[in-house]
């Protein structure tokens, strides 16, 4: 006859102490398996983004004040501190959900949002001649809080093939993709669209698709830019802008003179004067700030940190077996390179204004908190038994070895 430990049978009894040594042991648990280099990686993004904020926040508030209000030159990032005691709790939590849960999660996100995106033409409210927010006794933007849903819930999608490759995943991610697409236009916002757009691309690249179809698609989408710049008259005037170059006081110039300001070094702290000349000094040009008041080299630091956080998420697939995960993590970490990567290709005169924030470094109420439930749910899906021998090669597999899909 088995007889359970006393200990096995001790844990199964009610009571208050093991109810606390269940939850320490599982928090135990979830710290060991929980990566720490791609998690102090985030902690130094979210220090460096204070900082900047901090630089960036007295022009803003300049901007903002009147002649009858004076608001506080910290007003933005005593903000973004709120926003941040939101985020950051909200990206631990979900840093702790199982993979299942963290997909159950994203799918039910992802529909709520764009149920919420559908009410966006209607009942929207109106900023800077985009309709892109729904106030619901608070105010917020639904397409940013699709963001960390869409790329989970075209991997879970793209991850049917594995059990029954007939099912057409590749049609269904791209009628997906085509909706959200559809309703971004609507409000208008192209800078999402093509970010959501990259989002789809690297999936379904990773997924296996031919690249005729991929091929095909993409002709499709030179074929949207193409009509977005025919009848799409914000979108005309920011390409021309950049193709062309503007006056004096375009928003993009601007961005460049004021990043170029501060040499390698920087003019120094609440030094920097060009950066009161900027629109969106806070949110869209902060890189800018930076590069005035801090320099050049801190701009590179910048890059270099969301290189970094890229880089040790790839390297954590390497070698990942549950292909969903790896599709998931992948589309989360594109979409977090991707948007970084067009807001400083903004400031340095290289791509279109598009309007979009820097992670985790620009000022946002939605996109701050957005940006956090991503990386919680990125560091959910990255969470490894440290005690594990995997063997399989993972992402490696999936990129160079070609007899896979013989």
Not at 33 to 45: A, S
Not at 265 to 294: C, H, M, N
Not at 335 to 340: D, V
Not at 379 to 398: K, S, V, W
């Amino acid at each position: 006859m088995n007889i359970a430990p006393a200990t096995a049978i001790a844990s199964e009894l009610p009571g208050r102490t093991n109810r606390r040594e269940t939850i320490r042991a599982r928090l135990k648990i979830w710290w060991r398996e929980l990566d720490h280099v791609l998690l102090g990686l985030i902690v130094i993004l979210i220090a460096v983004g204070c900082a900047a904020i901090s630089a960036a926040s007295p022009a803003g508030a300049a901007r903002l004040s009147s002649d009858e209000v004076t608001l506080n030159p910290l007003r933005f990032l005593f903000l973004h501190l709120r926003w941040l005691a939101v985020g950051v709790p909200a990206m631990i939590g979900l840093s702790m959900l199982s993979r299942d849960s963290a997909r159950r999660f994203a799918i039910l996100l992802s529909a709520a949002m764009v149920a919420a995106m559908l009410l966006v033409p209607f009942i929207g409210s109106e900023v800077n001649g985009a309709r892109r927010w729904l106030n619901l006794g608070f105010s917020f933007q639904p397409s940013e809080f699709l963001k960390p849903g869409f790329a989970i819930t075209l991997a879970w999608i793209m991850s049917w093939r594995l059990k029954d490759p007939e099912i057409p995943s590749f049609a269904l991610v791209t009628g997906a993709l085509g909706v959200v697409v559809v309703l971004l236009m609507a409000q208008p916002n192209l800078g999402d669209a093509i970010l959501f757009s990259g989002v789809w691309f690297v999936l379904v690249l990773l997924g296996g698709v031919s690249f005729r179809h991929i091929a095909g698609l993409f002709a499709v989408g030179l074929m949207g830019l193409t009509l977005a710049y025919a009848f799409y008259d914000n979108a005309r005037h920011r390409i021309d802008s950049w193709l062309f170059g503007g006056t004096d006081f375009d928003q993009v110039d601007l961005a460049q003179r004021t990043l170029l300001a501060g040499g390698w070094d920087g003019v120094g702290f609440w030094v920097g004067v060009k950066k009161f000349r900027l629109p969106e000094a806070q949110t869209d040009y902060i890189f800018s700030v930076v590069g005035e008041e801090f320099g050049l080299l801190a701009c590179g630091a910048i890059v270099l940190l969301f290189f970094a956080i890229v880089l040790r998420v790839l390297v954590r697939l390497a070698s990942e077996e549950n292909y969903f995960a790896l599709l998931a993590a992948a589309g989360l970490t594109a979409q977090l390179g991707a948007q970084a990567f067009i807001n400083i290709l903004v400031n340095l005169s290289l791509f279109p204004s598009k309007g979009m924030t820097l992670p985790l470094v620009s000022y946002g109420g939605s996109s701050t908190i957005a940006v956090c439930m991503s990386l919680g749910l990125l560091l959910a899906l990255t969470r490894r038994n440290p005690f594990l021998t995997r063997e399989t090669a993972g992402l490696r597999n999936m990129l160079f070895d070609k007899e896979r899909d013989k």
